[in-house]
C-alpha cells in the first residue's frame, strides 16, 4: 500500500465520522464525573484522528485542511513506517507556520514532507490509560508544548469494534485535546470534593448547597391537585438521621464492621429517598435527607414529613444480611419543615432545627422520630429570629472583618491577609461568615455585601500601611477580598472595585481578588471583559477552592489570573486519600507550570505543611499558620 492510498483509507471515515463520534468537553464532564470505583479511560474522551503517512506532502495536508475548514480535528497523527515512529502535528501550528515568514510560508512548505515538520517526541498512550497518566504526561512535557493534543492507540488485536481512526493494519488512533483533558480532571475533582468517599452519598457542604439550591429555585405554589382541594404549597424538609449504635459495633467488631454498616445504611436511605430527595453522609454516624413537601396547608405537611422520616428510619432498621449480625443499628431521627416558600429560610436554620429534633429522639431513647415547629414560621425557630436582617446588621455597624494571614510556605513570612467577615449578633454574639453569607444571600444583599468588605478591607489596609511606615512594623501590604457570583454578573463590577482603590487611597496592585469556584461558566463568561479590565489595571485575580467544582480549570485560558487556591477538602484528605494527594500535586504543578502562586487553605497541622511545602506549595494558609483575628489582634499590632 502506498502512502497516498494509506492516508485515503484513514482520512475519509475521520471526516465523515457522524457528530456523535466526536466528545465534546461536555462529555468529557459527564464521563469524568463518575463514583467512586469506575473509571474513565482518555479512549472515552478522545476523538477520531487523522493518520498519515510521514512520507506525505505538506501541500497535501494543506489541501485537506482547507477543504475540510470545520473538521473539529485539532492534531494530526504521523506515522513513520520506515523509522518505526509515530508523531503528530498540532493543525493551528501547522496552519500557522503556512503563512510565514513574510507571507511565504505555504510556498516554502509545500514540497516538505510531513516527517519534516512533525513531532516524533510526542508520547503515545494507550486506549486504556486514564486522566491521572494523561496529567502525568502533560506536565512532563516542556511548557510550550503543554497544549499540544495527547496520541491515544488502540492494538488491533484489541476485540473493540471499529471506528474512525483505523489504519491498514487494524490499529486505532485518536487524540485528545489538552482542554478537555482539563475538564474531566475538573470534572472529577468536583464529584470527589462534593462526595463522601465511603458512601458515595454528598457531604456536608454540597448538602448544604443542595438544600440552598432547593429552597432558592421552587416556586411557593402548585397547580390545584384537584376539584376543591386548592393550590398546594411547596415546603422543604429536611431529616436528620443519627445511627444510635455505631459506637457499639466499632468496639466490638471494628471499624472495618462500622464502616461496612454505614455504607449498608447510605444504600438503604438512598433506595427509601425519592427521585429529587437529596442524601447526604453529613460525618461519622449522621446523614441527612433533603426533601420537597407538597401539601396545602401545615398539618398536612407535617404529616407528610413524618411519614418520610419514618421510611428512613424503617429503612435503618431493615436487618442486611450481607452483614455480621450484631453490626445493627437503629436511629434517633429528626425532622425539620420550612414555611411555604418562596419566603426566606436558611439551609443552616433548617438543617440546625432537624439536628435538635434528633437530639430530641435521642433523649427519649432512641429509635424514633421527632418533629419541631415549622422552622420560618412564628411559633417555631424563624430565621427571623434565629438572624434579624442583614440589611439592619449593615445599617447598624454590626459587621466586622476579622484577617486570616497567608504565609510563604518557606519563610512563613506573611505575604497577605485574607478578609473574612463576621457578625456581632446583639443576641448570640460572634457569627461566622456562613451565616452572613446565607442571610446575604436570602436577601439578595451579595452585592451590597462584598462592596462593604472590600471598601472596609482597604480602610484597614490603608491604617495598617500608615502605621508601617511610622513605626516600621510588620503589616502586610497585600489584601484579599472575596467576590460573590452576584457581583460577577454585574456590568459596574470594575468601576466598583476600581472605585472603591481609589476612594481607600489604594494601589491596585495591593488588592486579590477572590473569584468563587460555585459561579457558574455562564457567569464567568459574562464577567470576564470586566475581570480582564481589572487585571490591566494591576488587581490580582485568584481562582478560590480549586478542586470543589469544574469551572475554574475551564476558565484558565480566559482569565488572566495571577493566583490559584486548594479547597481545603483536599488539603484535609491528603495524607490519607491518595485522590486527594494526586489532587493537590496535579494543581501545584498546573499553577507551577502557569508561573501563578498557589495557595493551600486549610492546612490544620505540621504534617501537612510539611508535605505541601515539599510539593512546591508556595503560600500556605489555615489554622496551623494562624486563625483569623480582629485588625487590633493580629502579632503586627503588637509592634505599634
Known sequence: MTGDEHQADALT???????????????????????????????????????LDATTACADLDRRLRSA???????????????????????????????????????????????????FDARVLPAEAGVGEGLAVVFERPAHRRTDDLVLRREATDPAGADAG????????????????????????????????????????AFFAQLQRMIDTVPGDLESRGPG????????????????????????????????????????????????????RLGGDEFAVACLVHARDEQEATRTLHAIATRHLHAVRTPDARLDPSARSSASVGAALSVPLPQPVGADTLLREADTAMYAAKQAGGDRVSTTGTVGDDGGATAERVAPSLQRALDRDELVLHYQ????????????????????????????????????????????????????ALAQLRTWETTRRADGNRAPSLINVN??????????????????????????????????????LSTMEVAGPQLRRLA????????????????????LSTIPVAGMKIDRSFVAGM??????????????????????????????????????????????????????????????????
Request: net charge neutral.
Open 536 to 555: 490591566g489595571a494591576g488587581v490580582a485575580l485568584v481562582f478560590d477552592d480549586m478542586g470543589a467544582g469544574a469551572s475554574s480549570l475551564r476558565n
Open 166 to 205: 483505523r489504519t491498514g493494519d487494524g490499529t486505532r488512533w485518536r487524540v485528545l485535546p489538552v482542554a478537555v483533558l482539563m475538564e474531566a480532571a475538573a470534572g472529577r475533582m468536583a464529584w470527589h470534593a462534593s462526595r463522601d468517599p465511603l458512601t458515595g452519598l454528598f457531604n456536608r457542604g
Open 483 to 520: 467576590v460573590s457570583p452576584a457581583s460577577l454578573s454585574r456590568p459596574d463590577l470594575a468601576e466598583s472595585v476600581l472605585g472603591a482603590v481609589r476612594d481607600g487611597a489604594a494601589r491596585p496592585e495591593q488588592l486579590r481578588l477572590e473569584l468563587p469556584e460555585t459561579a457558574s
Open 405 to 456: 494571614p497567608i504565609v510563604d510556605a518557606r519563610t512563613r513570612h506573611v505575604l497577605s491577609v485574607e478578609a473574612l467577615v463576621r457578625w456581632q449578633h446583639p443576641d448570640r454574639g460572634l457569627l461566622g461568615a456562613a451565616e452572613v453569607l446565607d442571610r446575604a444571600h436570602a436577601e439578595r444583599l451579595e452585592v451590597a455585601l462584598d462592596r462593604w468588605v472590600l471598601r472596609t
Open 229 to 280: 382541594t386548592g393550590p398546594a404549597q411547596v415546603r422543604v424538609g429536611v431529616v436528620f438521621v443519627d445511627l444510635d449504635r455505631l459506637k457499639t459495633v466499632n468496639d466490638t467488631l471494628g471499624h472495618d464492621a462500622g464502616d461496612a454498616l454505614i455504607r449498608s445504611v447510605a444504600a438503604r436511605l438512598r433506595t427509601a429517598a425519592r427521585p429529587r430527595d437529596v442524601v447526604a
Open 575 to 640: 495524607l490519607t486519600r491518595q485522590g486527594d494527594r494526586a489532587v493537590v500535586e496535579m494543581l501545584t504543578n498546573l499553577a507551577v507550570g502557569l508561573g501563578l502562586r498557589i495557595t493551600a487553605e486549610g492546612v490544620e497541622d505540621a504534617a501537612q505543611e510539611q508535605e505541601l511545602r515539599r510539593l512546591g506549595v508556595t503560600a500556605l494558609q489555615g489554622y496551623h499558620i494562624a486563625h483569623p483575628r480582629a485588625a487590633d489582634d493580629l502579632p503586627w499590632a503588637a509592634d505599634r
Open 13 to 51: 471515515p475521520a471526516h465523515t465520522a457522524p457528530d456523535s463520534a466526536i466528545m465534546t468537553i461536555t462529555d468529557a464532564v459527564r464521563l469524568s464525573a463518575v463514583p467512586t470505583g469506575e473509571s474513565t479511560t482518555l479512549w472515552d474522551l478522545a476523538e477520531p484522528a487523522w493518520v
Open 69 to 119: 475548514p470545520a473538521h473539529r480535528c485539532s492534531s494530526v497523527v504521523v506515522l513513520d513506517h520506515r523509522g518505526g515512529r509515530v508523531g503528530s502535528i498540532q493543525r493551528q501550528r501547522f496552519e500557522h507556520a503556512l503563512g510565514g515568514p513574510f507571507g511565504f510560508g505555504r510556498a516554502l512548505l509545500a514540497r516538505r514532507s510531513l516527517a519534516e515538520v512533525t513531532d
